[in-house]
């Protein structure tokens, strides 16, 4: 039994250009998060979208959802910008049956040395594959149900709603 | 709804001491790694041993075990090196009832940059929430039952028996 | 004999907000360096500015002059942005008498990991301590004369000219 | 002209082994190291040994002397564990004329994230080109004359005697 990650972009993957001072996406950085994390879980990583989650619309959401239908695995994490991940949530959680669907992102870049990114990944990881058939939002250490969640702006927290 | 988290001891504790150039526990980084995690799940963090766990002998599980059922919480986290952390999952797998204890650790220590220990502990956090009564050990992105697992001592990885 | 440290922000100083995602200047890191460098040399540092260096005007360096030809200490390292460091030095050159004055900065910001900026404030604390009176640039191991060295946009290195 | 890096052991290049809890040396990092410090100094390594300090016999300080007399080049810096610093300094100071050398070193292993390494690499390049010649320590962001310094046991800083 395989995980399928797909990778959509946000601050999980975003890199520091020391010649421009900006922040950009490279490639990802999960194979080596997974590695950090001596991970021996079969996974099968799929770059899909590499966008600030601000600029997610449903197009991008269509794909997103459509690639998770057409998918053998029935276990699937999807990395995303924190910004619009409860409405990415929303959009899957009414087109996809009969699997179990988590999407999880980061507030700091992997690369900045302090990030909840791995954090999150090992939780992420674990609730896909003891959650039953839904779609959900894991972040802070919890998962969320996709159409109950929402960003606190000010705090950068998710909750229940 | 809380989570118990014990502390015992074991790689995800150590430090490095600059004047004798030896490991050593200090505190435990448990609170400190949960709040780079932004966890927001409830915890209360008891530091109830701080050895290696080639020390551990069935008088300190006796203790652990004891710790277990008399919490108040239905959810326990148990940090524990990684070297005899089946033998103490298989002690405990027998004793305690009504119950979901997940043990976990780390290969490398916290506080030495690269280590392993944010992604298990995600990871131990999100399976506690969701696997049923029973003992488990939460390493390498996977759960392990109690007593069917080994640590591959050459390669350092838990595996299924 | 004490050396002086004057802040201007550039690269060394930023952090990344997380509720915004962009890169901002909070405090300088600068103690914070030292102490993790063990330094023992008697500095005073002072925060003159905290902006990019392609912000930088000749009102600034005029401002960044006078501190250095008013200080007490003889040995002055100053922190700046590399987009025009050398800009800055050529300015100081003509105007500081009997001081050593020693320009350096970051590529990457000391917060995100792995920065050159320990490095390089090893280093220019190094060449203020030991190069006669003049000002200079630190940066990639070397010092260079204040009118004679530029900053590679390509490569993001100093070079000699 | 280059710079010659003697590499001899020490605290700056040990790793910790996942699989049996204890510090080993390995490869030297001194190659990561100065690309992390955009190094462009011409310089050239060599590593001799790889000991800890507290095992270093006149034997072998007689090989780092013999290298650094035979050496071509005129500046040499020697990385060094911290415990005989002093002591190799001393040896060292009767017995090379003509060049000057720099002795450096960690009390922090590099690998471990938040090591003084790249401070005192950054601290003794500089010094190694700007002093002139005889045997110094460097160490705190300071330079220190090899016949007058001491390790402080207690606090691990370095003094002048």
Redesign the interface.
Known sequence: MSIKIIITGG?FGKE?N??T?Q?FFKDTHLPE??K??????DVSIETLLMI?SLEMNNEHRELICKKCNEAEEQQIIITHGTDTMPETASYLFEKIRNKTVVLTGA???Y??????G??????????V???SNGVYV??????FYANKVRKN??T???ESI
Chains 1, 2, 3, 4 share one sequence.
């Open positions: 601050t520091y020391e010649l001072g922040l998060m997974l950090l994390g001596r991970c021996t879980v600030d507030m700091i870049p690369k900045f040395g302090s990030s909840d791995l954090f999150n990944l090992g939780s992420a990881l674990s609730f594959q003891t959650l894991a972040m802070n250490g919890k998962y702006k000010k950068g927290l998710f």
